[in-house]
């Protein structure tokens, strides 16, 4: 059975830290690892990685994807309060997305 | 407009009762999902369909019945609910492209969730 395990699965920062979410996976077939930001509503997508070692990034976010080591890390430098969400990682293997359990990160003012 | 949206937003209902949940997408993608949020924020997949075809079905009991009139609407029909049941489900949206090795998914779009509480 595919599976994504997420670390820590919570995390209490201040604004202005650096906070770093991990991904590790366990699947058949992989095709891509995703991240997503989960606030009240839908989950909104962050990055999709494919390859190894190319790392992605959006403003103050950046993720990595390892595929030797089957993990990935989601950085997210300078943090505000509206970063403060659940933070899934899915994967991409024999046409479906599994997710991990998220990771609820907290930013205090 | 909204790309991926659900009906309703909110369900609430009682034990034994039937219940749809409407979900239709304006993005032309061929693959629409149902996945099941329990209280801990965990996201499960439950079905995929794509271009009208049944292609996932995770385990999910036989109460659970998703019909795709067309490719731009998955709806979920739930029989005899339970308390079991009661969880945000989401519907979620990708368009495959072909690569190597078969098709790619691309990022799944998703709707704002319908919230089911069962008394």
């Known amino acids: 059975e595919d599976k994504v395990v997420q670390s820590p699965l919570s995390l209490v920062v201040h604004e202005g830290d650096t906070v770093t979410l991990n991904c590790s996976y366990e699947?058949?077939?992989?095709?891509?690892l995703l991240w997503y930001k989960q606030e009240k509503k839908a989950p909104t997508f962050l990055f999709m990685l494919t390859s190894s070692g190319i790392e992605k990034k959006s403003g103050r976010l950046s993720s990595i994807l390892d595929k030797k080591e089957l993990f990935s890390i989601l950085n997210i430098t300078a943090t505000q309060t509206g970063d403060s969400a659940v933070y899934l990682c899915a994967v991409l293997a024999n046409s479906k997305l599994t997710f991990g359990k998220g990771i609820t990160l907290s930013v205090r003012p | 407009d909204t790309a991926v949206s659900q009906t309703p937003k909110y369900l609430v209902t009682q034990m034994g009762n039937d219940k749809s949940i409407k979900c239709e997408q304006n993005l032309g993608h061929d693959t629409m999902y149902w996945y099941k949020q329990d209280s801990k924020k965990f996201l499960k997949i439950m079905f995929s369909y794509n271009n009208k075809e049944l292609i996932i079905n995770e385990t999910v009991p036989n109460r659970f019945s998703p019909k795709s009139p067309d490719k731009a609407h998955l709806n979920l029909h739930i029989n005899s609910l339970e308390l079991g049941d009661s969880a945000v489900y989401f519907c979620a949206s990708s368009q495959d492209i072909p690569g190597p090795g078969g098709y790619s998914n691309q990022p799944q779009h998703f709707g704002d969730g319908t919230r089911l509480s069962i008394l």
């Open positions: 699947v058949t077939n992989f095709r891509s």
